[in-house]
């Protein structure tokens, strides 16, 4: 039966576009981008768009154009890559914009690989933002300058951040996460002040490493398909983040402490999803 053949109530008729463009900002992605391109224009007042916009543009059409051939194998139809945005969004936003614009894009388009390369049942392991600026700095020894985290503005930017990202957080549901990881980082650090040098974790209550633990945790801790969607589970996943990048910063002072924290508690997040499946194959054929 061809469309015009059919009653009005059996054809499909297309979303308008405002429809669909508020539907898709009420997603967790769509308010990702949202908040992160309301933080760009911030950004860009101190480095200038001149510097920051080739690393952004390349990072984000880098990651859209390895994304969007494998969602229209996959879908059978041709979808708008909003993840693979995010990722390059983050991705530039915390490489140092006075790099080579080829680092944004070559660690964008690995990340959205790893999405489907290293995955588990139902989702991928690792954070691919996170899981990107660490191959960047091995393979290129790219800088963290953590821009997109306003570091060189004035006190109302750390409030509109901060702001933001609550709002982010109570949105997506990710909230223990985010206090989990915020409070165990600050009490580690605070203790190491009180029982060694203060001088030698001072860093961390400065800009830019205090602006830099504010959006990792708004913004990449609270990933959807790479953390825990319950309370309980989130709570320990941000726990896990938070001492790992403690021990990463005090045994080894690499520069992606906070990152090698995330992609620790990836792995146990995908080992207690597929213990989860388990647990749940083994009950139904009992």
Do not use: C
């Not at 952004?56 to 993840?83: E, K, N, Q, Y």
């Amino acid at each position: 039966m061809s469309d015009t053949a059919q009653p009005p109530a059996l054809r499909r008729t297309p979303k308008p576009w405002p429809a669909v463009l508020r539907a898709f900002f009420a997603t967790p992605k769509g308010l990702l981008i949202i908040a992160l391109v309301l933080l760009l224009p911030l950004a860009a007042t101190v480095s200038g768009w001149a510097v920051i916009a080739p690393g952004v543009a390349a990072a984000a059409f880098a990651a859209m154009l390895v994304d969007a051939p494998v969602l229209r194998v996959r879908d059978g139809t041709w979808s708008f890559p909003s993840g693979a945005l995010l990722t390059g969004l983050l991705v530039a936003m915390v490489l140092s914009p006075f790099g080579p614009w080829y680092v944004a894009a070559i660690a964008s388009m690995l990340g959205v690989a790893s999405k489907y390369v290293v995955r588990g049942r139902s989702a991928n392991v690792f954070n691919p933002a996170a899981l990107a600026l660490v191959v960047a700095y091995y393979l290129f020894d790219a800088g963290h300058s953590w821009w997109g985290a306003l570091p060189e503005l004035p006190l109302a930017a750390l409030v509109a951040l901060f702001a933001t990202g609550l709002y982010i957080a109570d949105r997506v549901n990710k909230m223990p996460a985010v206090l989990a990881f915020l409070g165990v980082h600050f009490l580690l650090f605070t203790l190491t002040a009180f029982l060694g040098d203060p001088a030698h974790v001072a860093e961390m209550y400065r800009e830019p490493d205090l602006h830099a633990a504010l959006f990792f945790a708004f913004f990449m801790v609270t990933d959807p398909p790479t953390s825990p969607p319950k309370a309980r589970d989130q709570i320990v996943f941000g726990v896990i983040t938070a001492v790992v990048s403690y021990l990463v910063f005090e045994l080894v002072g690499a520069v992606y402490f906070l990152l090698a924290g995330l992609l620790v508690a990836n792995v146990w997040e995908a080992v207690r999803r597929y213990r989860m499946r388990s647990r749940r194959t083994a009950a139904t054929a009992a």
